[in-house]
């Protein structure tokens, strides 16, 4: 699942009563540990490690804090590359060296037991948002005016991002990941033309970049993009995940069929009694019948989702068969 290790998991809140979470993210240990428990509690067929899009930026000379029930904040905002910390090549890598520690420590339980750890990082909009916004919004008017005002900027902004997320991703798969996913949370906020001529070129250079060195599978998702879905096919991401907006089988006309798919199924489904989460997951299932599927949520799971629902949903995927 999308976001499968978090605070609707006791064993979790546990660990998270005793340190904050980018503490929690910085302890190989801790990573592991919480990493493992959607494994052992559910059954997931991969382990996504724990770990947040927002550590890039932190390599990259931004403090970032988290207020409860307020999102992240960062330090100070950025209006041009160069206010970047300048580092050279493998210092991405360095700076997040306790991600491919904890990386290699799931690997190293999981191994035996032939369950997949999958690495992830943010898109480059996705951190620029950030980095220029300071903190999460409703409408990012910010990045949107630098891209409007100043596109040569905005580009290099994008292209430095890119190196920066494309090294993080190297690191991860060097240390263990099977695959790895990038999560584009608000460039579904961008009108197809504006994706087409302003980020799209962002995150091909980080796939391209990526697949130079190894050949994993790479998993992209993009919130709220079904007005996108044929662009993001063109990216070079081997799978396109897809949020609960857009039925699958539109999802896979739009895409083609040289890219996976994987969704979609709506997390707030997830409150419903277990019968109607069986039901509605196999109606989710019944929508892609051919090869090349994972099935998955449509987003993060939600913090207070009933664990019991949660093995329904996996359950449910995992004694499905076609007919």
């Given amino acids: 699942m999308m976001r499968q290790a978090g605070r609707y998991l006791p064993e979790y809140r546990a660990i998270r009563s005793k340190v904050d979470f980018l503490t929690l993210c910085r302890t190989p240990e801790l990573a592991a540990e919480v990493t493992l428990q959607p494994v052992d509690i559910l059954g997931v067929d991969a382990a996504v490690i724990f770990s947040d899009i927002l550590v890039v930026l932190e390599a990259l000379g931004l403090e970032v804090t988290f207020e409860e029930h307020a999102g992240p904040r960062l330090s100070r905002t950025i209006n041009q590359a160069s206010d970047f910390v300048p580092l050279a090549h493998g210092q991405i890598a360095e700076s997040l060296s306790y ?31 950030y980095a220029i916004e300071g903190k999460t919004s409703r409408e990012f008017l910010a990045i949107r005016k630098l891209m409007r005002t ?97 039925p699958l089988q539109e999802a896979r006309r739009n895409a083609g069929m040289h890219v996976a798919i994987q969704g979609n199924l709506d997390p707030s489904i997830l409150y419903c009694p277990p019968s109607i989460i069986q039901d509605r997951t196999r109606k989710m299932l019944l929508q892609h019948k051919n090869p090349g599927y994972i099935a998955n949520l449509g987003h993060g799971i939600l913090p207070d989702t009933p664990v019991e629902n949660a093995r329904a949903f996996i359950d449910t995927i995992k004694a499905w068969r076609y007919e």
């Fill in 99 to 129: 991600v491919g520690e904890s990386i290699r420590m799931v690997t190293k339980e999981l191994n035996p037991r032939n369950i997949p750890v999958l690495g992830f990082a943010g898109a480059p909009f996705t951190l620029a948002a």
């Fill in 150 to 246: 100043q596109p040569s900027e905005f580009t290099r902004i994008l292209d430095r991002l890119a190196e920066a997320v494309a090294e993080h991703l190297i690191a991860q798969i060097e240390a263990g990941a099977g695959a790895v996913q990038i999560f584009d949370t608000w460039a579904g906020i961008l009108s197809r033309r504006d994706f087409d001529q302003y980020v799209a070129g962002s995150i091909q250079k980080t796939i391209s970049m990526v697949q130079q060195k190894h050949s994993v599978p790479i998993i992209l998702y993009v919130k709220n993009s079904h007005h996108l879905i044929e662009s993001l096919s063109y990216t070079g991401a081997d799978v396109l995940s897809i949020d609960w907006r857009t």
